[in-house]
């Protein structure tokens, strides 16, 4: 559906994007990621309209079931927990818990969770973190009711839709389970699944159908309101639709696909990634900071510019490796938040492109391309010295001296 270059969301995802694809990626948000959303919310996001593209046909198909009736097991009413490990949220909750913490086996496990929960036993190695949730019970209702009750998958589209050009068709449906259950590393993740029954088949990158699993019973602890804890949850589901829709967009874009017929280098799986990862991180935090930015943020993106220059230098360079290639590609985005060099950079340049030159502008370089929003906030630099610098070697590569 969307090919092997969609870029996951979050720094601490386990797929590298050079190399094998991975079976799942991790929308993980570590306590210094979670400090620098929080401060965005001093501020209301902006509010969201329906969708007014219609060639922009992005469903999501949300399951609430696997949370619904969890809830109710936390909540000591009858719940056939047989019936709770046959739902398709809980199965690949089970299964993906096993695979974070190296225990094959403990999918099958999971009913005896489930019974010893229901039955108030002891539960000693608890890696569905099932009494945590049960404590939590309250406000994962409150947060389940609110998904439901505000219509989560419209706005959760009608934020992606915003940042696209209305020049190509993108049609995509993407199936999300809200479950209550899981690894306690987990906030979300995304996998590929091909269905036998209601058995599933966690497949590679390319394959299958891309699946995104949301965990409540970590959801909650994103903030200490409902609004908070509802649109951070909001702005990470929208960072993985953008990467579904964008590469949709690609499929069927001719100018994209000249574009990756000659540029196979690398450092163009730099830029690339840059632009991707860049708008998706730029379109989160400004849905939630409504043009808040922490304390840090002009020596942090200067920074990350700095480390851009000096890596992509190096993928450039005649003595590269293809494993030295593959560490610079996946410490751009997988490397620790302000420390994925590239999407921080990309960030950066997204915000700077549609606070300078107009949201048509940003929106104008997802159908033209990496060397489009590289070559605009060029020119920015060149109109503002206190914006920092590309290298001259970046530059000539950029404009094709």
């Not at 996001?45 to 922009?56: A, C, D, E, V």
């Not at 009494?131 to 589209?157: C, H, P, W, Y």
């Not at 649109?231 to 690609?250: D, N, P, Q, R, S």
Request: proline share 4%; charged share 25%; with cysteine.
């Amino acid at each position: 559906m969307t090919g092997s270059r969609v870029y996951g969301f979050g720094a601490a995802e386990r797929r590298q994007r050079s190399g094998v694809g991975g079976p799942f990626r991790l929308i993980i948000r570590p306590p210094a990621v979670r400090t620098f959303l929080f401060l965005a919310f001093l501020f209301p996001p902006s509010p969201l309209s329906g969708q007014t593209n219609p060639k922009f046909n992005v469903q999501l198909r949300v399951d609430y079931s696997a949370a619904e009736r969890c809830i109710e097991l936390f909540q000591d009413q009858p719940v056939s927990t047989q019936a709770l490990v046959d739902l398709r949220g809980n199965r690949i909750a089970a299964s993906t818990t096993g695979l974070i913490a190296g225990r094959g086996s403990v999918a099958e496990e999971l009913k005896g969770y489930l019974d010893s929960l229901k039955y108030h036993e002891i539960i000693r190695d608890d890696i569905y973190h099932l009494e945590s949730a049960r404590q939590n019970a309250t406000e994962i209702k409150r947060l389940l009711d609110e998904m439901e009750k505000r219509n989560f998958g419209r706005k959760v589209v009608a934020t992606v839709e915003q940042i696209f050009p209305a020049d190509g068709d993108v049609s995509i449906t993407v199936p999300v389970y809200v479950v209550a259950l899981g690894h306690e590393n987990a906030d979300a993740y995304v996998r590929r699944i091909q269905w036998d029954g209601d058995v599933p088949k966690f497949l590679g990158e390319g394959e299958g159908e891309l699946t995104i699993v949301v965990n409540l019973s970590q959801s909650v602890k994103y903030g200490g309101d409902l609004q908070e804890r509802y649109v951070t949850l909001l702005g990470v589901v929208a960072h993985e639709i953008f990467h579904a829709a964008f590469g949709a967009y690609k499929d069927q874009s001719k100018r994209w696909q000249r574009y990756y017929k000659t540029h196979q280098r690398a450092f163009d799986q730099l830029l690339d990634l840059t632009q991707n990862e860049g708008i998706a991180y730029y379109l989160s935090l400004d849905q939630r900071g409504h043009g808040y930015l922490p304390r840090d943020w002009n020596s942090r993106t200067r920074e990350a510019i700095v480390s851009f220059n000096r890596n992509a230098a190096e993928l450039l360079s005649e003595n590269l490796t293809p494993q030295r290639a593959s560490e610079l590609l996946r410490t751009a985005n997988l490397s620790g938040y302000w420390d994925s060099y590239g999407s921080m950079a990309g960030m950066f340049i997204a915000r700077e492109i549609d606070q300078q030159l107009g949201r048509s502008a940003l929106i104008e370089t997802i159908s033209a391309g990496p060397s489009d929003l590289f070559g605009k906030y060029i020119l920015l630099t060149e109109r503002d010295s206190n914006l920092p610098k590309l290298s001259e070697l970046l530059n000539r590569q950029i404009r094709g001296k």
